[in-house]
């Protein structure tokens, strides 16, 4: 193996355990989520949740706010307010829904919160269906690499 290679494989590995750090934040907001999931069920308002999942993000010794008011603005005029369900750790905005099935609709809108908060990522999390929901959501203004909802 040569120099460059070596140097081009370790470069690999330092943005892969990098990567894996930023995504220990959203892995322990999802386990927090699936505790709250898991003790409910589904079947609960979306206010039960969010109590719920205060409480375990508490327990994880995750730092958060609550409904933060973020100013919305349009071309330059503010039209009004948003407020994201959690933002933990100042880095991830937490959007919570109790539907049965989450649809486009909602992934658009947790997209708009992740930009107009000008956060890297996001989280929707559905607790409304049998099985918990969660989708990460990127913000595509800040990283085109990861502009996408997985």
Same mark, same amino acid.
Request: net charge negative.
């Given at each position: @193996?040569?120099?460059?290679?070596?140097?081009?494989? +370790?470069?690999?590995?330092?943005?892969?355990?990098?990567? @894996?750090?930023?995504?220990?934040?959203?892995?322990?907001?999802?386990?927090?989520? @699936?505790?709250?999931?898991?003790?409910?069920?589904?079947?609960?308002?979306?206010?039960?949740?969010?109590?719920?999942?205060?409480?375990?993000?508490?327990?994880?010794?995750?730092?958060?706010?609550?409904?933060?008011?973020?100013?919305?603005?349009?071309?330059? +005029?503010?039209?009004?307010?948003?407020?994201?369900?959690?933002?933990?750790?100042?880095?991830?905005?937490?959007?919570?829904?109790?539907?049965?099935?989450?649809?486009?609709?909602?992934?658009?809108?947790?997209?708009?919160?992740?930009?107009?908060?000008?956060?890297?990522?996001? +989280?929707?999390?559905?607790?409304?269906?049998? *099985?918990?929901?969660?989708?990460?959501?990127?913000?595509?203004?800040?990283?085109?690499?990861? *502009?996408?909802?997985?």
């Amino acid at each position: @193996m040569s120099e460059s290679e070596f140097t081009e494989l +370790l470069n690999l590995q330092n943005k892969k355990k990098n990567t @894996m750090e930023k995504d220990e934040l959203t892995f322990k907001i999802i386990g927090c989520a @699936m505790k709250v999931h898991s003790t409910l069920g589904n079947g609960f308002q979306e206010v039960i949740y969010q109590r719920c999942l205060a409480i375990e993000l508490q327990r994880a010794g995750l730092e958060f706010e609550r409904e933060v008011e973020h100013p919305i603005y349009y071309e330059g +005029l503010h039209v009004g307010t948003r407020r994201a369900d959690f933002v933990v750790e100042n880095k991830v905005i937490v959007e919570l829904k109790a539907l049965i099935n989450l649809e486009d609709v909602h992934l658009a809108q947790a997209k708009n919160y992740v930009v107009a908060y000008k956060f890297e990522k996001g +989280l929707l999390i559905n607790f409304g269906a049998t *099985s918990l929901q969660y989708k990460l959501i990127f913000n595509p203004t800040l990283n085109s690499e990861n *502009s996408k909802i997985q």
